[in-house]
Structures are given as C-alpha cells and as structure tokens.
C-alpha cells in the first residue's frame, strides 16, 4: 500500500444515515484520528477532528465534458489540511445527501497535489431501507450514489420487515452487484469494514458473484447469462449528452423471476465484468484506457480493476470516475495468488463485446 493518506467518500441520500455514522466513527475508540470534511452548515469540530464547512464550487474540466468536473472547494481543503500531514491517519468526506457523487471523486483523481497526498479508498453509500426503493423512482442522484459505491450500509432495517430487506437488496443489486452490501441499525457497522478498504475487493465480489466470472474468451462458462449487458439507453446518466432513445420502455426496473433471489436489472445502470487470465502489457493497457476514456467515458460512471502487470510484482490497482483515471501500483502479489487481470464497468451504454475485445487486446 503506498503511504497516501486514505480517503472515504461518504454519501446517501437524505436522512440515509450518514450522519450517524460519521458520529460512531468519531465517538468510537479505534485509535485513529480522522479529518472529515462534511460540505453541509451547521457541523461543529469534535475532539480530534477537524469540521470544515464549504460552499458548493464545481468547476468543469477544460476536456468541455460536463460529465467531469472537480470541487475546487474540496481541493484546497484537503491542500491545506496536507500541509498539517502527519496530525491525521485518513481523511473521511461527508456529501449533501443531494450531491452526485462523481465530482467528489474525481477531485481524487486530477489535481496533483491531492493525487500525491491522497487516494480514493471507498465511497460508502448509505441507503435507507424504508424509502430507497421510492428515490430509486424518483430521484436520479439516489441511483447513482448507489452505483457508485464499493460498500452500501443497508440502513433502518429497523423499520421494514425481512421481505422487505431482501426487496431492497435485490434492487441495489439490479444497479451495482460488485458494492459490498452491509446490513445495518443505526448505521452500526464494524468500522474496518468501510475505513481503510484498500479502495475495493474485486476477489470478493468475483467470489459473490460467480455468474459475472468470465474467462477470457469473452464467454460466459456458467452457461447462463443474467442479461447484465443489455444495451440501453439512459435519459439521466448525468454526462450532459442527450441518450433518449424514444424505442425504449423508460420504466426503471424490470424483475425477473426463476425463484429464489430476484433480479432486477435498471434499464439506466448497466455492468461489466471482465478478466483476461494473466499478464497484461501495460505499454498496451495504459494507452488503451485513455482512448477508452476518451472515447467511451461519458457513459462510465465507475471503473475499476486489478490488473497484473507484466515483470511486476505489484498489483496495479486502477479506478475512473468517467473520463478521469486514476491508478497506482499497490500490495505485491501473494505467493500462489492467481495472477489474472480483471476490470469492472458501471455506467450506461456498456458494449461488452468491444469493451472485451479491447481488454483482450492488452494481453502481455
Ligand atoms: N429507525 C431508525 N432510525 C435511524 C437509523 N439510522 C438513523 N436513523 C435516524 O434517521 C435520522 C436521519 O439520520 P442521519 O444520520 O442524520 O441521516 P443523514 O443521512 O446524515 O441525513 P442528512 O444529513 O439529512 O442527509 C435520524 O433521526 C437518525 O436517528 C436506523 O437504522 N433506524
């Protein structure tokens, strides 16, 4: 792990929980000091934290994409809390239940400065039991905190009964089936399942998810195919460019059946899982991913993957929020650990075959 101070992104819609949870961070014993920045009024400063309050700024990337644009407010925040690096282990971000998520992470990614000090180690959403299945209808921002975060606090399970529980899950799931999915009271989660995740887990989500384990030939060898790559079009992906496409059924959830578990798939949220057994060149893969962002990255809400490099014993980790890219080389490999290459696409539009054949084309 590089020593960049780690940061988590917290979001979730209106009285999800977040606050709650940000309070058990900071009230619970765990020896670690947090800086948490929390975009809202009225916050105070708690022992051992420090509480900043900003305006909402949001500047657009000169690349014109309205999909990609940083807080200005954030980044000199956390410049200026770099310059006290040392008084604090990780640094937690607390957005307005209302806020898109995107250009809070790709503050992360684009100014050198936070890139050097600072990296993206989760975004936790928390999602309220009773009301998201609602906002899902509703409210365009509540889907994408959804389909943008690694780990999901499934709050208020107080407040509905286990069907219900199991309802809701089924339809996060429809949008994001690599989040991890943490069911919770009172936000009450161990903390070191959302602080310090090491950005994502893809092992764990291929091992949840077995139907999404995809060899390298592009073929599906559980014989099944769970639909995840339809292609459609979403009216509200967000990226400013206009995909309504007036053939489509703009209903937003379709189940289906086959008992047991259901599936759900959101005609506007799309992913992508995608494995090429070994080695990966990466005078091949980086260029491949810029084009990729450039060309495809208005539909790429989150991109993530694992990647082996050739001749490096490191595991190159790598995110995108849209056309922004990050990645950094982290832990090494674990002797006998299978050394395979894999990416994963949330967003709209999704060509899984070109998205593959490109994949395959970096092959080492
Ligand atoms: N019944 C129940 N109430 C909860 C639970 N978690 C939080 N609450 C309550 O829900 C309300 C909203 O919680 P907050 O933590 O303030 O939510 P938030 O996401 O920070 O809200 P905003 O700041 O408005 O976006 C508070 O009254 C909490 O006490 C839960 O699991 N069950």
Known sequence: ??????????????????????????????????????????????????????????????????????RGDLIRIIEGLMKRKGKFDAIIVETTGLADPAPVAQTFFVDEEVQDNARLDAVVTVADAKWLTDRLKDAPEAKNQIAFADVILLNKTDLVTPAEVEEVEARIRGINPYARVIRTVKSQVPL???????????????????AFLETGDGHDHHGHDHGHDHHEHGPDCGCGHDHHDHDHDHGHLHAHGGGGLKHYHDEHMQSVALTVSGDVDPEKFIPWVQDLAQSDGQNFLRWKGILSFKDEPRRYVFQGVHMILDGDLQREWKPGEKRDSKLVFIGKDLDKAKLQAGFEATAA
């Open 1 to 70: 792990m590089s020593d960049k101070i780690p940061v988590t992104v917290l979001t979730g819609y209106l009285g999800a929980g977040k606050t709650t949870l940000l309070n058990r961070i900071l009230s619970e014993q765990h020896g670690k000091r947090y800086a948490v920045i929390v975009n809202e009024f009225g916050e105070i400063g708690i022992d051992n934290e420090l509480v900043v309050g900003a305006d909402e700024e949001v500047f657009e990337m000169n690349n014109g994409c309205i999909c990609c644009t940083v």
């Open 192 to 210: 070191s399942e959302v602080l310090d995740r090491g950005a994502f887990d893809l092992e764990r989500i291929l091992e949840l998810e077995p």
